[in-house]
């Protein structure tokens, strides 16, 4: 099992390094191709967008085929994506190549947390979830570094690199042995299983931080960059909340299988809240890079839980992991991309407060849904129903 926990984090960390290495990047694209701040906000959504199409074809892949097999093909759709973007020189290609890069990514994410899920047991699942999502957000400390990297030598060397560890990391795949029973789960019944309220729920918990992060990752570089910082800043700022997110998702997981999900969750929630808040009013390089350490503060707390919540309610309803994945997938890219596109197109006319202030509206709004629909202590916590005599 921890072979395969290695080799999932291993995935998964991949696919968020090339996610964030484009913060660096965004100003050079911006100026180079002559993007306005909405042209930006697309490039930066493009690859949320793919993983958004892909997410519940991802799912479908990994429940009928297994997820050896959609990791495999997620790794080499990523790796010839990769070494295109590193090519490409104009805006709608680079968009293309990213959006496939997001199917990419749906693919991996489907396979691996699959893979993980159903081989641990359900008492380990926020923390194995975790730890997995703790490693692939330590990826965000490697990205920005990246991006920058590639900003300086060129995108060609960097991407081409990473279009080799991509397939090395296939290659592992293959020679590991698939641990999961595959099944092909009548659509009907996915169907229903997709309507469940608790899974409903899930989502919204998932995609309310995803929200946030699709706003902040357009509009907290432009700032830097507007405000006189230059890649190194950029990549600096999202290294350090990186750092931060990947230290407490795994304590948060650990946390929420033993004292509930919704603790963790609100409170991760009520901090980012107040960083948006900081973020709306910041003026100066310090004000900005602060609000989005303490940004990553409050989604190191909360996202882990919310992922368990959708894994949680799939395996109450009955709902293959692969389709809990998808359904992660999809709450967080569909998130990402409104986040992404409306809080550049906004930011572009009013400026970065009304969306900053709009977007701390929405989390507010999460927290006194989670007080209603989460119960305070984990299901495997409460008091075990008497058998009938």
Not at 238 to 246: D, K, L, M, Q, R
Request: glycine fraction near 10%.
């Amino acid at each position: 099992m921890r072979r395969v926990l290695l080799l999932a984090s291993a995935m998964v960390f991949l696919d968020l390094t090339f996610f964030t290495a484009i913060a660096p990047l965004l100003p050079t694209y911006k100026h180079d191709l002559g993007l306005s701040t909405a042209q930006a906000g697309i490039l930066t959504a493009a690859y949320a967008a793919g993983t958004l199409a892909f997410s519940l074809p991802g799912g479908y892949i990994a429940s009928r085929f297994g997820p050896r097999r959609t990791v495999i093909s997620g790794l080499f759709v990523f790796a010839l994506a990769t070494l295109l973007f590193g090519f490409l020189k104009s805006a709608w290609p680079l968009d293309a190549a990213r959006f496939i890069q997001g199917i990419a990514s749906a693919l991996i994410w489907s396979g691996a947390l699959t893979w993980l899920i159903n081989s641990y047991p359900e008492d380990k699942r926020g923390q194995v979830i975790g730890s997995a999502l703790g490693t692939a957000v330590a990826g965000s400390l490697l990205g920005p570094v990246l991006g920058s990297l590639a900003a300086s030598i060129g995108t060609e060397i960097i991407f081409g690199g990473v279009c080799v560890i991509a397939l090395g990391l296939a290659f592992l795949a293959w020679r590991e042995p698939d641990t999961v029973v595959t099944e092909n789960q009548p659509l009907r019944e996915v169907l229903h299983c997709m309507v469940d309220r608790d899974l409903i729920e899930a989502a919204i918990f998932v995609s309310s931080p995803s929200l946030m992060f699709g706003a902040i990752d357009v509009l907290l570089p432009l700032r830097i960059n507007n405000l006189g910082g230059g890649h190194a800043l950029i990549a600096g700022a999202f290294v350090g909340g990186a750092a931060i997110e990947s230290v407490l998702s795994p304590i948060a997981g650990r946390l929420s299988d033993k004292v509930g999900r919704r603790a963790p969750y609100v409170l991760g929630m009520a901090i980012c809240a107040v960083a948006m808040l900081v973020f709306a009013a910041a003026d100066s390089l310090v004000v900005v890079v602060l609000a989005l350490l303490i940004t990553s503060l409050g989604s190191g707390l909360c996202f882990a839980p919310a992922m368990t919540l959708i894994s949680d309610a799939a395996e109450a309803s009955g709902l293959h992991q692969g389709y809990a994945v998808g359904v992660t997938n999809m709450a967080w890219a569909a998130a990402q991309v409104v986040g992404s596109v409306t809080g550049a197109a906004i930011a572009g006319v009013t400026g970065d407060a009304a969306p900053s202030i709009a977007i701390a509206g929405v989390l507010v709004l999460t927290i006194v849904y989670a007080f209603r629909a989460l119960t305070p202590r984990a299901e495997s916590e409460r008091e075990p129903v008497p058998a009938e005599v």
